[in-house]
């Protein structure tokens, strides 16, 4: 059964008139949390990409690259999409609803679904100020560290090169070796094994490939004494 069809049977109470938000609280545990993670980024990227005043096909599109869609599969995406769009319940009731859900042991996992945002945020070319603010919203409920946030946008946002002990979130006289543990613990947590151990549901573990190449360039550069 696809990630898809389990989506749209929790979403079948929907047909009662409850909301799309109010799901969130019954997604706490695996596998279903899952479920959650998927709904999460298409509800809250629903939500962004009108933050700056319309919904590109760029935008859309970008769902098909966070998440890997099967032809057979894109009608039950695009009702998710839709349902999000219509939802009346505000981003910031979604994000303390998912904050909820993932806080604890599978935080990583609010890391993830950010990053899943900036990656819809920047499919149509442009940074916009209303996308920056929707996200450092999202970050603050989520309780992601302002450090851990601009690394993610230093990854996406294409204004300045990244610093590489920043990329791997250590201090400017930190040692070759915590350098090296901080690499090899960053290539842990992105891992496609322990993303999907802490909710990223398969079809969306490539959303860290991003990261996965910022860690390894900031690695080269601080080993080899470029940084």
């Known amino acids: 059964m696809s990630i898809w069809t389990r989506i749209i049977e929790v979403l079948a109470a929907l047909r009662s008139g409850e909301g799309l938000s109010s799901i969130f609280d019954r997604l706490r545990s695996a596998p279903?949390?899952?479920?959650?993670?998927?709904?999460?980024?298409?509800?809250?990227?629903?939500?962004?990409?009108k933050a700056d005043g319309r919904v590109t096909r760029d935008e859309v599109t970008a769902f098909r690259e966070v998440f890997h869609i099967a032809s057979e599969d894109e009608e039950n995406a695009g009702r998710v999409f839709d349902l999000a769009r219509k939802d009346v319940s505000g981003f910031e009731d979604y994000a303390r609803r998912i904050h909820q859900m993932?806080?604890?042991?599978?935080?990583?996992?609010?890391?993830?679904?950010?990053?899943?945002?900036?990656?819809?945020a920047m499919a149509d070319g442009e940074y916009h100020p209303n996308e920056e603010l929707f996200l450092e919203r999202v970050a603050e409920?989520?309780?992601?560290?302002?450090?851990?946030?601009?690394?993610?946008?230093?990854?996406?946002?294409p204004n300045?090169?990244?610093?590489?002990?920043?990329v791997l979130g250590i201090?400017?006289?930190?040692?070759?070796?915590?350098a090296r543990d901080a690499w090899r613990a960053l290539?842990?947590?992105t891992h496609p094994d322990a993303m999907i151990a802490r909710g990223v549901p398969e079809e969306a573990?490539?959303?860290?490939?991003?990261?996965?190449?910022?860690v390894n360039r900031a690695w080269e550069a601080v080993s080899e004494g470029r940084a």
């Open 171 to 178: 201090a400017p006289e930190a040692t070759l070796d915590e």
């Open 141 to 157: 409920i989520f309780e992601i560290k302002p450090r851990c946030f601009n690394q993610m946008r230093m990854r996406f946002v």
């Open 187 to 189: 290539v842990r947590e």
């Open 32 to 49: 279903e949390q899952s479920v959650g993670f998927t709904i999460a980024v298409i509800g809250l990227g629903a939500k962004m990409a």
């Open 102 to 120: 993932f806080r604890g042991e599978n935080e990583e996992a609010l890391v993830d679904l950010v990053e899943g945002l900036f990656h819809i």
């Open 160 to 166: 300045a090169e990244p610093d590489p002990r920043e």
């Open 205 to 214: 573990v490539k959303i860290a490939e991003r990261r996965m190449i910022a």
